[in-house]
């Protein structure tokens, strides 16, 4: 855990102070700037900049803190901030945040170049946005644009070339020894974050030592395997797994569904926004009709609850909250599976309701699969491989599980032929005798 630096804590303690918060939270507030700063050393993020507390709460909210401690973690925050706008305080942002353990970190001073650089992060998130991309684009792309500034000493962002971006891919392949596509994903991050935030094209790539492309085959698990994990999996988990399998979706294509999303007239479940903001349909397991229907209710009930007790509402998506600002009270818009607890808004101090986190289900599909017994790797993305296998299995189109699975390429979907037992006639016969 970081140590906060003496003079930090003398400063910090004194404006605590003159804000006339109470004598007995000092020492937590104490606590929530040193959580913080450990937050923003460990995950990469600047203390200074005000973005960075969103996801701070966010972890608070993931660690099971409650709404009382994530609002004083939040005011505790914003009178740090305050505190670097302070003439007194100034200095810290040219002091060094280091760890207790080595020492070794470089200090976080707020150099011209490191200045240009949170500008050009700032520039990738809203560039992001303006496309419509999702939030775990903008980690990845920033994540890779972080560690580029890290491998060329924080060189001033005008000054990046081809060969910087060269002698990093290189790098990761003979170094860190990455996978292959790893090292495609950081090159089409870095190909975003020249063409579109310095302006101008990555050239003399030639060269680069490519990480070498295994053929993969994914995880496949039979259906007494998926039978066996379910049994081991409580209420909703288990629901959740049975909707990755019976429909072959993505993790987070499932957490992201609303009520409206089901159609259980045309018994058709509707995915918006997928991978590459697609939207497309799957049929509904007529397997789980009545555990959706009782979930529903529940939902329902958490619903109505949540509104008597001053709720504002699920998070929306884009414009939409204040195009129909009404909307996201209205139980058609809620998750289909909710979040266990209410997150606050720092900026609004509104409660609003949040998915359930991917994390808790990925935990729980781990426990299930290690009480099952089971001797694969199996995550929530096995599910989908199983959902496709068994239907090619099963003599359906591949054409129509490319269409099922959402795939834009049918080279991708192709992959799953090695899943299964080929069977081939080594006869020849002509088409013509064969029967009608």
Request: with cysteine; charged share 25%.
């Amino acid at each position: 855990m970081l140590e906060l630096p003496a003079q930090l804590k003398i400063d910090y303690a004194r404006l605590v102070k003159q804000r006339n918060i109470p004598q007995h939270s000092h020492n937590a507030y104490l606590k929530w700037l040193r959580f913080y700063l450990d937050f923003c050393n460990k995950y990469h993020h600047d203390p200074a900049l005000r973005s960075s507390l969103p996801l701070f709460i966010r972890k608070l909210h993931e660690k099971n803190q409650t709404s009382r401690q994530q609002k004083q973690a939040c005011h505790a925050i914003n009178v740090y901030y305050g505190m670097l706008n302070d003439s007194i305080a100034g200095k810290l942002k040219q002091e060094a945040i280091q760890y207790k353990e080595t020492g070794q970190k470089p200090p976080m001073t707020l150099t011209p170049e490191k200045a240009a650089w949170e500008q050009v992060y700032t520039d990738l998130n809203a560039a992001i946005k303006v496309r419509h991309y999702s939030p775990k684009t903008y980690k990845s792309y920033a994540g890779w644009a972080r560690k580029l500034q890290y491998f060329t000493h924080h060189l001033a962002p005008e000054k990046l070339a081809g060969r910087d971006v060269k002698a990093f891919l290189t790098h990761l392949a003979v170094n860190k020894k990455v996978a292959a596509s790893t090292q495609n994903q950081a090159l089409n991050g870095l190909v975003f974050l020249f063409r579109h935030i310095l302006n101008k094209e990555l050239t003399r790539l030639d060269g680069i030592v490519w990480a070498k492309r295994t053929p993969y085959i994914p995880v496949v698990l039979s259906r007494d395997e998926i039978d066996a994990i379910l049994q081991h999996l409580a209420y909703p988990y288990d629901l959740i797994v049975k909707l990755l399998y019976g429909c072959g979706l993505r993790l987070f294509e499932c957490l992201q569904l609303r009520i409206n999303h089901l159609n259980f007239d045309a018994m058709i479940l509707t995915v918006h926004d997928g991978k590459g903001q697609k939207d497309r349909t799957v049929p509904m397991p007529e397997a789980i009709l009545d555990e959706l229907k009782s979930h529903i209710d529940r939902v329902y009930n958490l619903h109505q609850n949540d509104l008597k007790s001053g709720y504002d509402g699920a998070f929306m998506f884009g414009a939409f909250e204040s195009k129909s600002p009404r909307a996201s009270k209205e139980f058609i818009w809620q998750w289909l599976f909710p979040a266990k607890a209410v997150t606050v808004v720092p900026e609004t101090d509104e409660r609003k309701r949040y998915h359930l986190h991917p994390t808790h289900v990925q935990k729980a599909i781990r426990k299930g699969v290690s009480k099952a017994k089971i001797t694969k790797r199996a995550t929530a993305h096995t599910f989908r491989h199983s959902f496709a296998s068994h239907l090619l299995q099963a003599n359906y189109d591949i054409r129509t599980i490319q269409e099922l699975l959402g795939h834009r390429d049918l080279k991708t979907t192709m992959m799953y032929t090695h899943t299964i037992k080929s069977k081939t006639i080594k006869e020849a016969q002509s088409p013509l005798d064969f029967l009608p």
